[in-house]
């Protein structure tokens, strides 16, 4: 694995010219997770002159911030709508905390957004303070930027863009999520990371639980979830069922859509993400 | 390296539905390189009920099929002009000869789409013939295609586009690259890979460059290039320019863009292909 010196400076890594922007990606010593961290930003070519709102896009798990940059092809209609894109990486990387590696559903590739708690990964393993509050405040100081910002994200990046919305409706326009782990605690992928990063005592993952939170919902993000009905994943990990049901007795107004044939890849992201960007643009430059 | 069997059938290996078609890729065993050969094809959703034109697309250096099927965004046009694209591998792999795997611009994946003459490649790297008739063959046999066909490509991919088109007039109806090694007699890749896989009399090498091949074009395909200004291998390895002198002399009429501040990655693909399918599929619908 490649590492970036905790300390320092934040620096870019790459850029390349896509659809009349820029497709760059940056590193920087996080204060959150005390690890360096990477992410992706474009730019699109409307940045050139002004301020651009943000959507900040959370991927699932063994991805790093380079997943969405190339398979999703969102640049060419964040480009159409003047959309800034942000894309951190999934977790820290290069903690060498014992076991981060071992498997590909926890640790590293897997930070599920939350701030842990138990030790050893309660150092490191700070992705929702990250996300929220240290990754925004980066890219507002050193990137011209409006103050609208959205979220999205696929998978455990779903799940995470819906908790983050969730309980922090003042922070987002809007929130659309691919294919999300929708109910955390009631799946093994949930149950295992949150089991590790926040204890066995289940009252303390409900915060971090879409389908829990969205019946505490005092304001109703405006929320939209596609969903393959050929995803390999769904009924044992994702269950948008018990998010829907929560909702539904809320009466928060979601927009569900099932996409008939498609799987849990990036093929299915790449054929609706123009979809969605459409759909937070609308909220972004409302 | 994952390895198939030489013989036996064709296989499907995945599936994913996109932009309403089927994104798959396939393994067979080819008569031409004698191994096993994986191949990407986009089926549009107008591939149900009637046949479609079929474009094929040559990847560069390093790539696999699977490169321009991830990265460049293309199912999107051609499920909206109705085009199959094709996405071969750029060379045999798993034929175990010396040197193979020794450096990436050349051997394994880097077939440079022409037949070897020379030992141990000449039982192996046979691309021009698999390209140009082995995997059409295939295509026409198994999917339902209409009788037209066009080639594009990147790179060394772009050189094998312009070299079969130009070879092979009657069997395409246009084609284009991107960034292409358009004069491989006169830079370091292609004197590399064509004095081993051709031998050193220059003589043989002719066939191979599409700036030698040009000025004896009797039937000027539609051609179309379009290069980066940011692109690192502009100057030593891809000499457009000798190029487009050698097709002012026998006023062959391509058409060359220059994109200014774009590389020569698939972020440059990505931002025009859109405009590539469109002017390939005016001429393979007309």
């Given amino acids: 694995m490649t590492e970036y010196p905790v300390s320092g400076d934040l620096a870019r890594l790459s850029r390349a010219k896509a659809f009349g922007g820029w497709q760059e990606t940056w590193v920087h010593s996080a ?34 911030e380079e997943n969405f940059i190339v398979k999703a092809g969102a640049q060419r209609y964040a480009a159409e709508h003047g959309l800034i894109l942000v894309t951190p990486d999934t977790s820290p990387r290069g903690a060498h905390l014992p076991g981060e590696d071992e498997s590909w559903d926890f640790g590293t590739g897997a930070g599920f957004y939350l701030n842990a708690t138990q030790e050893p990964w309660s150092r490191h ?19 011209l930027t409006s103050d609208k910002a959205a979220i999205a994200g696929h998978s455990m990046g779903g799940h995470g863009a819906l908790v983050l919305a969730l309980r922090n409706p003042e922070r987002y326009t809007s929130v659309s999520a691919f294919a999300p782990i929708a109910a955390p605690t009631k799946c093994p992928w949930g149950q295992k990371a949150f089991g590790n990063y926040l204890g066995e005592d289940p009252s303390s993952w409900e915060k971090y639980d879409s389908h829990l939170l969205i019946q505490k919902a005092q304001i109703h993000v405006p929320m939209r979830i596609d969903q393959g009905s050929a995803d390999n994943f769904l009924k044992e990990q994702l269950k948008p069922e018990l998010l829907l049901e929560a909702a539904q007795s809320v009466d928060y107004k979601l927009e569900y859509q099932t996409r008939e044939g498609y799987d849990h890849s990036y093929f299915f992201i790449s054929s609706f993400i123009g979809e969605h960007l459409a759909w937070h643009a609308d909220y972004l430059k409302g």
Avoid at 36 to 49: H, N, R, T
């Fill in 31 to 64: 204060r959150s997770t005390d690890t360096a961290m990477k992410f992706g930003i474009y730019l699109p070519p409307q940045a050139d002159d002004k301020p651009c709102p943000v959507l900040y896009w959370l991927s699932g798990l063994t991805c790093t």
């Fill in 125 to 143: 393993y700070n992705m929702y303070d990250y996300v929220l509050d240290e990754l925004p405040t980066l890219i507002q100081s050193e990137f």
